[in-house]
C-alpha cells in the first residue's frame, strides 16, 4: 500500500492499494477542483457507492487487503467476511441468512467483528439463523436450538431451546454443560521450555522492550506452578527449530524458534500469516530437509553443509533431530466409498484375518482375501462390494441407492455365513465403533486403534462409514487415531526408538464441539508424551490455552501483520497484552482462580 494516487492514474495504480487507501482517494475526490463539472456529474451516483461498499470492507475487518488480491491467496476467515460485507452492503430486508459455522478461521478479536456485522443484519430487518459451536456466538444468540444429546444414531433430536440460561438448565445437553462450567486449564501439566529467553525469540523489534516493561503478574497470572515443576516436562526437549528470514508472502523477514517435543501453537488475527509460517515456510523446508537426510548420500550432504534450496526463507536448522514431517490437515480420508475407517487406520485386515481362522471358514477352504469388499469372491457382485449403487441421471446429477442385493452388506451370502462370535463380517462393517470396543476386547491389536476412536469422540461411526460421508473434522480425527496407533506407550519395547514425528495442524478445532475440543487437547498431549512434536495454527482458545509455547503473529492482518510480536508462554502471552493475549486472559484467570480455590 502506498498514498492515494492523484486522478488521472491508472486503474492498477489502485487495484494495488489498500481498501482504507481507496476509501480515502475516493473521499478526496470530491474536495473542490479535484474533477470537472462532466466527471463530478458522471461520478455523483458512483462515489457514494463505491465509497459504501469499501466502507463494509472496512467494518468486517478487511480494511487491509489490496483490491487486486488474488481470491486464492485469501484466508478462510477473509474470505467469509467479503461475502459477509457483500451482504451487508446489499440493504435487504426480510431475508434469512443461514450461516454454516461463520466463525472458522477467525480470531477472537475477529469474532467480535463479526458478530456486530450480523446484528447489524438482523437490525435491518433480516433473520440469521447460524450453526455454530463457538461459545461467543452462542451466548450472543436470541434463540438457540441445541441438537443431540451425541453424534451420530444417537443425536438427532431436540435437547434444549430458548435461552442461554434455558440451555444451561438443560441436563441433557452437552452445550449447556460446557457453557455453565468452562473447560478448566491446564488439563494436562504444562510442559517447561527450557532455555528459552522469550525476548530473544520475538521478531518484532518493539517486542523485547515490551517484556521487559511488561507489569508483573497479579497474583491471579503468577507464573504457572506447573511450569516450574522439572517432573512435569517430560520429555526433555531435542532442542529448537528455527526458521530464519522468512519472507513469503506478507512474512516480514521472520524469525522463529519452535521449541521441539512440545504443544506449540501458532496464533494472530486472520491474515496475519500463520499459515504461511507454519505450513509453507516451515513445513515445506522441514520437509525437504528430512526427507534429504533419509538417504545416506543426503546426510552425507547435510553434514557437507549442501541442503535443499530453502522456500521463503533464508535459513532453518535444528531439523536434525527429527525424523517424519505429517501434516495432519481435513483432507478426506478417501475419495470412494471403498474406503472407510477401518480401512484407513489398518485393522480391518486384522478383522479378515479373524474370520478367515474360524472354522467355518476353514471348512470352506476361505481365505483372509475372501473377506476383502474390495476384490476376491466374497463382495456382492452386483455393488462390487460398495453397498450402494449409482444410477446415472443424465443431465441431473447421479443418484446412489442401497444395493437390492447385500443391502448395504457389501459381501454375498455365502461370505456372510460365516460368523465370529455370533457376527458375520457384514455386521461388523456396520458395527459403531462403540460396541466394537467391547467386541473385540480380547484382541488388542484391534481394540486398541478402536479405543483411540472412541477416546477422539468418533464412538459413534460405524467401522465401514464410506470415507467421502465424514466430515472434515472428522477425517481429520481418524487421521490423529492412525499416528497414535504407532506411539508406543513403551517406546523401548522392543529395542526400539518410536521416530521423532513434526505434527503441523491447521485449525484442527474447525467443525468441533466443546465436548470434541476437549478430547481433541488430550490427543494432541498424548502424542506430545509420545516422545513427537506438535505445532497447531489455532483461534480456538482452549486450545491455545493449553499450549506450553505460543508465536502470536500480527499486531493486524495483511501488509500490518507478518511479525511475531509474541513468542512465549500463555501466561507472559497475557503480560505482553497482544490481540490474542488480551483474549486469553479470562481464560488463564479461571485457570488461577481454581487452583487458589483448590487451594
Known amino acids: ?39 463530478r456529474d458522471i461520478a455523483r451516483d458512483l462515489i ?9 470492507l472496512e467494518e468486517v475487518g478487511l480494511g487491509y487487503l489490496t483490491l487486486d488480491r488474488g481470491a486464492p491467496t485469501l484466508s478462510g476467515g477473509e474470505a467469509q467476511r467479503i461475502r459477509l460485507a457483500a451482504q451487508l452492503g446489499s440493504n435487504l430486508q426480510g431475508v434469512c441468512y443461514v450461516l454454516d ?17 450480523l446484528h447489524k443484519l438482523g437490525d435491518k430487518g433480516n433473520t440469521l439463523v447460524v450453526v455454530e459451536h463457538d461459545e461467543d456466538t452462542i451466548r450472543a444468540a436470541s434463540h438457540i436450538i441445541d441438537i443431540g444429546p451425541s453424534a451420530g444414531k444417537r443425536g438427532g433430536r431436540l435437547v434444549a431451546e430458548g435461552s442461554v440460561a434455558d440451555i444451561e438448565a438443560a441436563a441433557a445437553s452437552q452445550t449447556g454443560r460446557y457453557l455453565r462450567h468452562a473447560m478448566q486449564h491446564p488439563l494436562h501439566p504444562r510442559r517447561a521450555v527450557n532455555g528459552s529467553d522469550p525476548a530473544e525469540l520475538g521478531s518484532d523489534p518493539n517486542f523485547a522492550e515490551t517484556l521487559r516493561k511488561a507489569k508483573p503478574r497479579s497474583s491471579k497470572l503468577r507464573s504457572d506452578p506447573t511450569s516450574a515443576d522439572p517432573t512435569s ?3 526433555e526437549p531435542h532442542g529448537w527449530l528455527r526458521v530464519q528470514g522468512a519472507n513469503l508472502h506478507n512474512l516480514q523477514n521472520v524469525d522463529a524458534a519452535i521449541p521441539l517435543q512440545r504443544l506449540v501453537a501458532v496464533t494472530g488475527v486472520s491474515g496475519s500469516g500463520k499459515s504461511t509460517l ?7 523446508n522441514v520437509q525437504a530437509a528430512v526427507a534429504q537426510r533419509a538417504t545416506r548420500a543426503g546426510r552425507e550432504a547435510n553434514d557437507a553443509g549442501r541442503h535443499p534450496a530453502w522456500i521463503g526463507c533464508s535459513g532453518v536448522s535444528g531439523y536434525e533431530s527429527v525424523d517424519r514431517v505429517l501434516e495432519v490437515d481435513q483432507t478426506p480420508i478417501g475419495k470412494t466409498p471403498r474406503s472407510c475407517p477401518a480401512t484407513y487406520i489398518g485393522f480391518w485386515d486384522t478383522i479378515r484375518k479373524l474370520f478367515a481362522g474360524t472354522l467355518e471358514a476353514r471348512a470352506r477352504g476361505y481365505a483372509a482375501n475372501r473377506f ?28 446412489k441407492v442401497l444395493c437390492e442385493t447385500c443391502h448395504g452388506a457389501r459381501f454375498n451370502p455365502e461370505t456372510l455365513a460365516v460368523t465370529w462370535r455370533g457376527k458375520s463380517i457384514g455386521d461388523v462393517l456396520q458395527m459403531e465403533v462403540d460396541e466394537a470396543v467391547d467386541f473385540f476386547a480380547a484382541m488388542p491389536a484391534i481394540s486398541h486403534p478402536l479405543q483411540l476412536l472412541k477416546d477422539v469422540g468418533l464412538g459413534y461411526l460405524t467401522l465401514g462409514q464410506p470415507s467421502p460421508t465424514l466430515s472434515g473434522g472428522e477425517a481429520q480425527r481418524i487421521k490423529l487415531v492412525t499416528e497414535l496407533s504407532k506411539v508406543r506407550d513403551d517406546i523401548t519395547r522392543r529395542g526400539q526408538k518410536a521416530p521423532h514425528t513434526l505434527y503441523v495442524l491447521d485449525e484442527p478445532t474447525v467443525g468441533l464441539h466443546m465436548a470434541d475440543v476437549e478430547k481433541l487437547i488430550h490427543v494432541l ?19 491455545i490455552a493449553e499450549a506450553d509455547w505460543i508465536i502470536d503473529l500480527g499486531p493486524e492482518g495483511g501488509d500490518a501483520g507478518g511479525r511475531i510480536v509474541a513468542a512465549a508462554s500463555p501466561h507472559d502471552l497475557v503480560r505482553l497484552g497482544t490481540h490474542t493475549g488480551f483474549a486469553l486472559g479470562p ?13
Not at 498514498?3 to 481498501?19: H, K, Q
Not at 450402494?388 to 441421471?393: D, F, S, W
Not at 481464560?587 to 487451594?599: D, F, K, W
Open 1 to 39: 500500500a502506498g498514498p492515494p494516487p492523484e486522478p488521472g492514474v491508472a486503474i492498477t495504480d489502485i487495484a494495488r492499494l489498500s481498501v482504507t487507501d481507496v476509501r480515502r482517494w475516493i473521499e478526496g475526490l470530491a474536495a473542490p477542483g479535484r474533477m470537472t463539472q462532466r466527471e
Open 48 to 56: 457514494p457507492e463505491i465509497k459504501s461498499r469499501l466502507e463494509f
Open 101 to 117: 459455522e461463520p466463525t472458522i478461521g477467525l480470531h477472537a478479536r475477529d469474532n467480535r467483528i463479526l458478530l456486530n456485522a
Open 233 to 235: 516436562a517430560a520429555p
Open 278 to 284: 507454519a505450513r509453507d515456510v516451515l513445513l515445506t
Open 372 to 399: 476383502s469388499f474390495n476384490t476376491g469372491e466374497g463382495r456382492c457382485a452386483n455393488c462390487e462390494g460398495q453397498g450402494i449403487r449409482t444410477i446415472a441421471m443424465s443431465f441431473l446429477p447421479d443418484v
Open 525 to 543: 498431549h498424548r502424542l506430545v508424551n509420545g516422545g513427537h512434536s506438535v505445532l497447531v495454527i489455532e483461534h480456538d482458545l482452549d486450545v
Open 587 to 599: 481464560m488463564l484467570v479461571a485457570e488461577r482462580g481454581s487452583q487458589v480455590r483448590a487451594a
